[in-house]
């Protein structure tokens, strides 16, 4: 279940084209497995229907939905039921903590974010003053400032200013104003592509010269119609890279190309994506396992109970390990994933400033779980 | 039906009333969101915060949820009621900008403050219900109370004197009405309602933020009301039902589904001007079944 | 001194999109005393058609994905040809969700509803065809000019000014029109009352279509203006100023078309005297603002006391 609908729309685009991937890739195999989309709005209300819309229809598991103050809506109706939940985008605090069924393949805040700073650094070692940005009314920003925040001190950099901004806000002229004023060296964005991307542009626009540093909330190609050709050198946060050279990411680009032509899929996609195979590879080990003990070839997932084969998939899928687009991840018994890789990359935008991608900066460091 | 979905149009019925008791006065209040913010953040601060609410079993119990309710009323209420004295004076869309100027001010403030968890909200709510049937029950119970209420209170002289004002102020006025004292006494009953509502839908919904009561929040009740009819209660519950459900009903359609809804609610009004209840509907109503006409009782327009 | 030159720039570098969209919206207000609900949509509309003839290509996830016009235009034919069909719509919806409800006599209230529901079709229909992602002139538009003006150590991006300078342009326009032309004259005795203009021989109906089609032209030409500042933020885009949109209305005096522009540059004052610090609380001091001012002054600004119009 995904934002199809409403201001979060973006992410559920993004996330249905990852999905139809999927089960275009995996839906053929056995065992069998195939996507019921239902849009889960942008609001609470919404998302609490569509959940339970599923949960009445025999699905083994539930991926979504598209904003963490949805999941902690909807959540909690579906652990009791039994039925798994994967998160493909929810990043919040205390998501996989609401029950044993729920888990996440979306990366915290707390892993992602603090990287792009180190890389600040190391790109400019006389770093010294710091001004951030974020966007107040986004869930996933106001935790990942705190966390940018953090680190910020914790290298021993001196905050210069946080300016508190608004998803709804496109005209930066005063906060910027009031920021070149403390003669920042970084600036670091936590916001999502549309006013992130704005705020890059007219940082830019306004004479600002150093560096800029964005949270993960940006990390989609969506940024490069917004700060066009101001988004170059833009360094950004990722939990997903579209240029990691692994076979499965490989793989994925090449099946998202050949669908969306040449640009390079959005970590939303992954993530969603990501999900699927999880969920697939789960039910096909289960499914080995089961045959194994029953003795009955391809039939034994057919057999079981929906209870019961919801609760084995959800059992067997966070003991797992998984090469997704994403790297390898694996889960914490309480269904926190963790992520192998994480990168930092910069935008580097095309001579007309049209388009870029997110070349990957040398030597990320390694995330450690 | 789903039980959940009854739930939500239970609610939606709950916030058409709200918005509805002002304007059977002629007041446009846009209020309601506020309301229904405050009354939903009391519910989650004090079901998250409180132990001494949780009781022993294993759902939270429901009298701790009717101790919310009458602290969420209290507040509602209060702050309505000196509110109401300053904003009242304001006449038609004024009325409706000041008090949608509140709302606003109140989620940006939710927003900025510590304890009401910022953009992410307050979460884990605990549950008074097993499931969403058990919340449509109390939900039920709670409509048909305000229901009833509303229904004696058209019949009686404060309930006649608020469709005086709506129909000509300044003859009600001159008629010995104290205009200012009904109307506040309306928009004091609407902040409860839409009070009472907000704890109610943040069990319901385990979490609460300031996302909750927007601006889009206060347009869609207002069309509840003018969709429904604003001249009897049964309008607005029947908006509020009917508004709620039909997103979801349209599901089917698929990506078409709020292109229908947006037609649906574009065509409504210019079938029945009125809204779709009326009190002539009635009349025709028992006209067909062969009764006797009787006077409109709902003290609307004859 | 150039704290406070820079504290004026950043009023007015909000307030002229304020400014620019409530153009329009006041304008509907003035003759028919209702709230369109549906002028947000239109000034999207607006954006994406400025987008469309410049010659930008939809993206991926529409169901018009790929398409281009065989043609690129100049950005300043375009911006009038999009608010031409801005006009169009702006016609359709008045003969859709306005008029049947005025042959009527209906509750204007109704009208707050019908538009809304007319927004709603506009927006999902925009998403339908174009996709949710984000679109955008290039930035190379205005490439003969710098990107920011310097005065005195103050700082603005050149885009604002411009949006500014031609949103002063309008209101002079259309302020020279409506108190000097038959037609303007016309319409303001509409606006006055309807009724007794019938009598002296107005066509009301033909002056509402008037006031509905220049009112879709300005959110038109606003929209694309906008659009050439910041990125167009999908079918939300214009949506997502209706309220300030509504506030800088009320400010200014509902109905009249100065006090849109003033009531913009005021917001846009009100937000910029907020300090960093409280940032967060910015748009409570906009909306405290406008409370404040509707308990002093109910008719806003530049608004007559009116009689009780919705």
Redesign the interface.
């Known amino acids: 279940m995904v934002a199809l609908t409403g201001n979060a729309s973006l992410i559920g685009q993004d996330q249905r084209i990852g999905l139809e991937l999927a089960e275009s890739e995996f839906g053929g195999s056995t065992p069998a497995l195939s996507v019921r989309l239902e849009d889960g709005g942008s609001d609470e209300q919404t998302a609490t229907t569509a959940f339970r819309r599923l949960l009445q229809q025999p699905v083994v598991a539930l991926i979504g939905p598209s904003l963490s103050q949805q999941a902690f809506a909807v959540n909690p109706i579906a652990d009791p039921a039994g039925v798994p939940v994967l998160g493909a985008s929810n990043t919040a605090i205390g998501i996989p903590q609401i029950g044993p069924f729920v888990s996440r393949i979306s990366a915290p805040v707390s892993k992602v974010a603090p990287l792009s700073i180190q890389a600040a650094k190391r790109l400019n070692p006389k770093l010294e003053r710091v001004a951030v940005f974020f966007a107040q009314d986004d869930a996933y920003s106001t935790s990942e400032t705190k966390i940018f925040q953090k680190s910020i001190q914790g290298l021993g950099l001196k905050l210069v200013t946080v300016q508190r901004t608004s998803t709804a806000d496109i005209d930066f002229q005063k906060p910027i104003a009031d920021t070149l004023q403390t003669r920042p060296d970084l600036i670091v964005i936590s916001a999502l592509p549309n006013d992130g991307g704005n705020l890059v542009r007219q940082l830019r626009e306004m004479g600002y010269a150093g560096l800029i540093a964005a949270g993960n909330g940006m990390n989609s190609p969506n940024i490069y119609s917004v700060c066009q050709r101001y988004c170059d050198g833009l360094l950004i946060a990722q939990a997903y890279s579209p240029e990691a050279k692994t076979a499965v990411n490989r793989r994925f680009v090449q099946l998202y190309q050949k669908q969306r032509g040449g640009t390079a899929p959005p970590q939303f996609t992954a993530q969603a994506y990501a999900a699927m195979q999880v969920i697939h590879e789960a039910l096909t080990r289960l499914d080995r396992q089961e045959s194994l003990r029953s003795q009955s070839r391809n039939q034994a997932l057919a057999t079981m109970a929906l209870p019961e084969l919801r609760r084995a998939l959800n059992t067997i899928l966070l003991q797992g390990t998984y090469d997704t687009p994403l790297g390898e991840i694996r889960f914490t018994p309480e269904g926190e994933v963790i992520q192998k890789d994480f990168y930092v990359a910069r935008v580097k935008m095309d001579a007309k400033g049209k388009t870029g991608r997110f070349a990957l900066l040398p030597n990320p460091s390694p995330a450690t779980p | 039906m789903?039980a959940?979905?009854l739930e939500?149009m239970l609610l939606g019925a709950l916030l058409g009333l709200s918005v509805y008791l002002p304007l059977r006065c002629g007041q446009?209040s846009l209020a309601t969101p506020g309301f229904f913010a405050i009354g939903g953040t009391v519910a989650a601060l004090l079901s998250t915060r409180l132990p001494a609410l949780a009781g022993s079993g294993s759902t939270y119990p429901i009298t701790s949820v009717l101790l919310e309710m009458a602290l969420a009323a209290l507040l509602t209420g209060v702050l309505a009621l000196g509110l109401g004295r300053?904003?009242l004076?304001?006449?038609?869309?004024?009325l409706?900008?000041?008090t949608?100027?509140?709302v606003?001010?109140l989620r940006?403030?939710t927003?900025?403050l510590e304890f009401t968890g910022?953009?992410?909200?307050i979460?884990?709510i605990p549950?008074p219900f097993?499931s969403?049937a058990g919340y449509a029950a109390f939900t039920l119970a709670l409509l048909a109370l305000i229901c009833w209420l509303c229904d004696r209170l058209e019949k009686t002289r404060p309930g006649r004197a608020m469709a005086a004002i709506r129909d000509d102020e300044l003859a009600a006025a001159s008629q010995g009405i104290n205009t200012a004292d009904t109307k506040l006494l309306a928009f004091v009953l609407s902040a409860l309602v839409a009070g009472i509502t907000g704890v109610v839908a943040a069990h319901?919904?385990?979490?609460w933020?300031?996302?909750?009561g927007n601006?889009d929040a206060s347009?869609t009740t207002?069309?509840f009301v003018?969709?429904g009819g604003s001249r009897t209660w049964l309008g607005p519950v029947f908006g509020g039902l009917l508004l709620t459900a039909l997103?979801?009903l349209l599901?089917p359609v698929g990506?078409?589904?709020?292109?229908v809804?947006?037609?649906?609610?574009?065509?409504?009004?210019?079938f029945f001007?009125q809204g779709v209840i009326t009190p002539e509907l009635f009349k025709t109503l028992k006209r067909i079944m062969l009764r006797p006409p009787t006077p409109a009782a709902q003290g609307g327009k004859p | 001194m150039e704290a406070l030159l820079q504290l004026l720039f950043n009023g007015l570098s909000v307030g002229a999109v304020y400014a620019l969209f409530a153009l329009g919206y006041t304008l509907v207000f003035s003759v028919l005393g209702v709230i369109n609900f549906a002028h947000g949509a239109i000034f999207t509309l607006g954006a994406y058609f400025t987008y469309f003839l410049i010659g930008g290509a939809v993206g991926a996830n529409g169901l018009m994905a790929g398409l281009q016009l065989p043609f690129a235009l100049p950005f300043w034919l375009a911006l009038p040809l999009a608010g031409l069909g801005a006009a169009a719509v702006a016609l359709v919806l008045e003969r859709i969700a306005f008029r049947p409800l005025r042959d009527r006599g209906s509750d204007p209230l109704l009208a707050l509803i019908t538009s809304l529901g007319a927004g709603v079709i506009l927006v999902n229909l925009i998403q339908l065809l174009v996709g949710a992602e984000s679109y955008s002139i290039p930035v190379e538009t205005l490439e003969s000019l710098p990107v920011a003006l310097s005065i005195a150590g103050a700082k603005v991006r050149t885009v604002q000014v411009m949006l500014l300078a031609i949103a002063g342009l309008l209101l002079a326009a259309l302020s020279i029109w409506i108190d000097g032309s038959r037609s303007g004259k016309a319409l303001q005795a509409v606006s006055e009352d309807p009724i007794t203009a019938q009598l002296l021989g107005i066509n009301s109906g033909r002056m509402i279509q008037i006031a509905f089609g220049i009112s879709g032209f300005l959110a038109g030409v606003a929209g694309g203006l906008v659009g050439l500042s910041v990125s167009i933020a999908g079918p939300y885009f214009g949506i997502g100023y209706g309220l300030k949109g509504l506030g800088v209305l009320v400010l200014g005096g509902l109905g009249s078309v100065p006090g849109a522009v003033l009531g913009g540059l005021i917001i846009g004052l009100a937000e910029a005297c907020v300090p960093a610090e409280l940032s967060g609380y910015k748009d409570a001091v906009s909306f405290g603002f406008l409370f404040l001012v509707l308990l002093i002054r109910p008719q806003g600004l530049l608004g007559r006391p009116q009689a009780n119009k919705v």
């Open positions: 789903d959940g979905l939500q446009l300053v904003v004076r304001l006449r038609g869309i004024y409706a900008i000041a949608i100027a509140l606003e001010i940006v403030v927003l900025n910022g953009a992410l909200g979460f884990g549950q097993d969403a319901f919904l385990n979490s933020n300031a996302k909750l601006f347009i207002l069309a003018v969709f997103p979801e599901r990506d078409l589904r709020l292109i809804f947006g037609a649906v609610i574009l065509v409504g009004p210019l001007p």
